[in-house]
């Protein structure tokens, strides 16, 4: 299938703005939580290698065919959705260095930088020109751009009352994260492989192809991590508040 000129240029300047838009608040809030200059400078400098590092792969690799699908042939795209998902959960789970960024970040902008999901408007933008199946365009364009645009919503809401919009922020990440996982399974079942189902008048052929495949192997993952970032947050607090009222429960 003919790549509309104009993708390469939305979804690599989408990429770039969403992680220029990551580092620039990661350093934000860790001046903002009082870190020194060196661990502020340090942390920075290896998340950016980090997640530069990934996307650069996911452009190598997607400029190979490495995740392109077939109809005879097992899919491998998989492998670039949950590789960085399985590392970055079980660094959120496990790793202090990353509890202690997720201590200093604060929640209203885990929320709030995911705007950039409004960009998934692409997939009913493809839709409409005949590129991509409505089984996936619609419930993955649909979900995206509520998810993004009511991202600033939620966050300025649990900025003014974090206590009053806790259960608001839990039902945005848990909504985020069920559009993920929609519109993994219906790109799954509208692409070429062994496993396609669905969409066989209008194969989802793009979505595996370079460059519309950086959403779901570079910009899907990271949007998981943010809502497992948000609500490990959340919980953290939550646990904290019930320590605190313990406490004074223990005093009086």
Same mark, same amino acid.
């Given at each position: ?32 939580a ?23 792969l ?20 998989q ?6 998902v399985?590392?970055?959960?079980? /660094? %959120?789970?496990?790793? $202090?260095? &990353? ?5 200093? @970040? +604060?929640?209203?902008? *885990?929320?709030g930088?995911?705007?950039y999901?409004?960009?998934g ?38 900025w ?6 806790a ?13 993920l996982?929609?519109a ?20 989802n052929? /793009? %979505?595996?192809?370079? $460059?519309l &495949? ?5 910009? @899907? +993952?990271l949007?998981? *991590? ?5 609500l ?14 313990e ?6």
């Open positions: 299938m003919i790549v509309p000129a104009y993708l390469p240029y939305y979804v690599l300047t989408g990429a770039v703005g969403t992680i220029a838009a990551l580092l620039f608040g990661l350093r934000s809030a860790l001046r903002n009082g870190w020194t200059t060196y661990d502020r400078t340090v942390t920075v400098d290896a998340a950016a290698i980090t997640v530069i590092g990934w996307f650069l996911a452009i190598a690799l997607a400029s190979a065919d490495a995740y392109r699908g077939t109809a005879d042939r097992i899919p491998t795209i492998y670039g959705i949950l590789v960085p399985l590392i970055g959960g079980l /660094l %959120i789970w496990r790793s $202090p260095r &990353v509890a202690r960024i997720i201590d200093a @970040v +604060p929640q209203h902008w *885990l929320i930088v995911q705007l999901r409004a960009l408007v692409i997939f009913l933008m493809l839709y409409a020109a005949g590129k991509l199946p409505g089984l996936f365009a619609w419930p993955a364009g649909l979900g995206d751009v509520l998810v993004g645009v009511l991202s600033p919503v939620v966050a300025i809401a649990y003014r009352g974090p206590r009053e919009n259960d608001l922020v839990s039902a945005w990440n848990l909504f985020g994260l069920a559009d996982v929609v993994v399974t219906t790109g799954f079942l509208t692409s070429p492989s062994a496993f396609q189902l669905f969409a066989f008048d209008l194969p052929e /793009l %979505i595996s192809e370079f $460059p &495949v950086l959403i779901p192997v570079f910009l @899907v +993952p949007s998981v *991590l943010l809502h497992l970032a948000s490990t947050k959340l919980r953290r607090g939550a646990l904290r508040d019930n320590d605190h009222r406490i004074a429960r223990a005093q009086a």
